[in-house]
């Protein structure tokens, strides 16, 4: 109700409504097969925005629904082959940053970008703000369609956090790509991560030294295999 509210124009500005203290409905991590399911029964609209979310990590409320084709790069640039997405403010000056794009999500955004119209938003709205405000309702349905026990949508935030944790990426890293002010708050996401991804992360970084060091050292080759 406050949402419409806001997008009435009934009150000036959205309200923010936190969990008690406790709840952990936005700590749940997705699997590959529910995401599946879940983008199968989902709307187009809801299906782009999940895409986004759980690709680029992005924050629903601020990043994601009101996102402008001005910040949106499809052109490769020398650190996103795919383009990348340019968040421009947000809670710290942590969340100002560059996001690659992925193959899929970069496909989403070209096929919307043909189809906007003259809109300034990727998802544009009929409301005072000119953008989608919230996925809550389609959510909910795609969801219990699906067979998923309820959760938030931005869950797929978290389920972004959780999967680069498990890939491999280092909490420096993963902190800039989520826009967190500290690295120490994207630990969380580690605590999905099994012995069999530490094990895969530290095969990463040993190709990674085995590589460069050849590149530094072509005549210690032999010695380094």
């Known amino acids: 109700m406050l949402t419409?509210?806001?997008?009435?124009?009934?009150?000036?500005?959205?309200?923010l409504i936190h969990e008690l203290p406790g709840e952990l409905r936005r700590e749940r991590t997705?699997?590959?097969?529910?995401?599946?399911?879940?983008?199968?029964?989902a709307s187009s609209t809801l299906r782009d925005v999940t895409i986004l979310g759980v690709d680029c990590g992005?924050?629903?409320?601020?990043?994601?629904?009101?996102?402008?084709?001005?910040n949106v790069h499809l052109k490769p640039?020398?650190?996103a082959g795919n383009g990348f997405i340019h968040?421009?403010?947000?809670?710290?000056?942590?969340?100002?940053?560059?996001?690659?794009?992925?193959?899929?999500?970069?496909?989403?955004?070209?096929?919307?970008?043909?189809?906007?119209?003259?809109?300034p938003y990727v998802?544009?709205?009929?409301?005072?703000?000119?953008?989608?405000i919230t996925v809550q309702h389609a959510h909910e349905r795609a969801s219990k369609k699906a067979g998923l026990e309820p959760f938030e949508f931005y869950c797929w935030r978290h389920t972004f956090g959780t999967r680069?944790?498990?890939?491999?990426?280092?909490?420096?890293?993963l902190a800039r790509l989520m826009g967190h002010s500290s690295p120490s708050v994207a630990e969380r996401y580690y605590i999905h991560?099994?012995?069999?991804?530490?094990?895969?992360?530290?095969?990463?970084?040993?190709?990674y030294q085995k590589r460069n060091q050849i590149q530094a050292f072509p005549q210690c080759t032999t010695a380094l295999q």
């Open 58 to 70: 992005l924050r629903p409320n601020s990043e994601l629904f009101p996102l402008k084709w001005e």
């Open 77 to 79: 640039a020398p650190d």
């Open 123 to 132: 998802f544009p709205g009929g409301g005072q703000t000119g953008h989608l």
């Open 4 to 15: 419409l509210a806001f997008e009435w124009g009934l009150i000036t500005r959205p309200v």
């Open 30 to 41: 997705l699997s590959f097969a529910e995401e599946a399911r879940y983008l199968n029964v």
């Open 87 to 119: 968040i421009i403010d947000g809670k710290t000056k942590s969340a100002v940053r560059n996001i690659p794009l992925t193959d899929r999500a970069r496909e989403v955004l070209q096929r919307r970008q043909q189809s906007n119209g003259s809109s």
């Open 193 to 207: 991560v099994s012995e069999q991804h530490v094990a895969a992360g530290f095969e990463k970084f040993q190709a």
């Open 164 to 173: 680069a944790a498990q890939a491999g990426v280092d909490r420096f890293a």
